[in-house]
């Protein structure tokens, strides 16, 4: 054992150096803020996911699908990132005339919308489900001859004006079941649509 010291003696420099190193490593390693579970289980909506939806202002009837579905996480500050889910939706109305694309983003515990397209150009929707303060919960909620149970409304405004009367209705079991939204510069685009079928891929 005494023959060993030596050999150790110069080898702890180099052992300590590893230590330091390897506990380095793990301190930069990404903390990742996870998006409430509940709400990915709910409304995290798959491609096969659907909604046929009828505008009760001018009777047009719309599909609304989702296309993809992307999950990443986006980096907020050194050493923690938060986790992002994005599902892409696609509008087309019954005559192919207009299309629009959608999207919904999940972040921490917070639902938003955005749509991309000539009726709303590039205008973003904040909604959210559980511990967004605007989120309000009907047990009950009645849509033409139909009642829904547990509805999540959700009150939505344009970032600029932060005036519009808007609001998204989400049930567990069918996903978006009316949509009010309002153009934000343009006052005779205003629709309400409301379910008419679905399909939900969670």
Excluded at 46 to 52: C, D, H, L, N, V
């Amino acid at each position: 054992m005494k023959g060993l010291k030596p050999y150790i003696l110069t080898l702890l420099p180099f052992i300590f150096t590893g230590i330091v190193f390897t506990s380095s490593c793990i301190k930069r390693k990404n903390n990742v803020i996870a998006i409430t579970p509940a709400l990915l289980e709910r409304f995290s909506y798959k491609p096969g996911s659907y909604w046929i939806m009828r505008d009760s202002i001018t009777g047009r009837i719309d599909s609304f699908y989702i296309t993809s579905s992307v999950s990443n996480n986006i980096s907020l500050r050194a050493g923690l990132e938060v986790q992002n889910v994005v599902a892409q939706m696609q509008q087309l109305s019954a005559d192919k005339a207009d299309t629009s694309r959608w999207e919904f983003r999940y972040v921490k515990n917070q639902l938003s919308l955005n749509v991309l397209s000539k009726t709303y150009p590039g205008v973003y929707y904040p909604c959210g489900y559980m511990l967004y303060p605007l989120t309000i919960s009907h047990p009950t909620f009645q849509l033409n001859a139909y009642y829904y149970a547990d509805v999540n409304e959700s009150n939505i405004v344009d970032d600029s004006t932060r005036k519009y009367n808007n609001s998204l209705f989400l049930n567990e079991a069918n996903g978006l079941i009316k949509m009010r939204l309002n153009h934000p510069s343009d006052s005779q685009k205003h629709f309400v649509w409301e379910l008419l079928r679905k399909n939900i891929v969670l």
